[in-house]
């Protein structure tokens, strides 16, 4: 495993630079956030999936931390098509039953996020990062988490050259009928995969779990798989009735470990 550079250890992170921006697509702009450490540079880049509830204070909180190890991490609005986040008013997530209204209000909009159009759209996101002065060049990282799982699976997927690592938390719906199935899409990978799933997951079945696996290894793409026991669906989220401290430690721990394995680790300043 490579060193990850002093400045970036988990003890000293980075000052941050939140900003939000706009992301050009073929379709029009999208709404994004850009969180990059504040001094040094340039920087390995990453694009951060959100989940269903979209970009908020915990997704900038999220993308802040990896920033402060280093990294330019783009989260963009992948429902940018039905208007700027929030795209729906969300309640307080940390009720059980708000957080079930919330899923139903959003469920028009995530139907309309097609395979086809994330795929439109995952060109845009790795193009900002290619052209932006503060992203190193290089492949760069994805992370998912819930549906946003799929997203950076399809990411990869489809532009296998320009993605050196993949990892999905509490990802859902890996596995479906479709042709296109995020499972089916494993074999085109050119990178590292971790994908780590949740325990009791509606949307992610033990039997599903264990189709993902199979199917990473059928392909030949250096993998690894976790079960999160006790762990539920969304445990990242803090600001949901599904977080779970511990889990979501653990998250950080692999997900900087494949990053720092994987992604290009140029000489940086610390702030």
Known sequence: MADVPPETSPETPLETTATALDVPTADGAADALF???????????VVMFMDAFGLRPRLEEMASRLAGQGYAVLVPNVFWRSGPAPVVELPDLSDPQARGTAFERLGPVMKALTPELATRDADAWL??????ERVADGP??????CMGGALAIRLAAHAP???AAVATFHAGRL????PDSPHQLLGRLGCEVYVAHADHDHSMSPEHQQVVGEALASAGVEHRTELYEGAVHGFTMADTA?????ATERHWEALLDLFARRLPQP???SG
């Open 35 to 45: 969180v990059t450490p504040a001094t040094g540079g340039p920087h390995p880049g």
């Open 242 to 246: 599904a977080y779970d401290e511990a």
């Open 161 to 163: 050259e320009r993605v």
């Open 175 to 178: 596995v479906t009928d479709a």
């Open 127 to 132: 193009d900002f990062l290619a052209r932006d």
């Open 267 to 269: 000489a940086r300043q």
């Open 140 to 145: 760069v990282g994805a992370v998912g988490y």
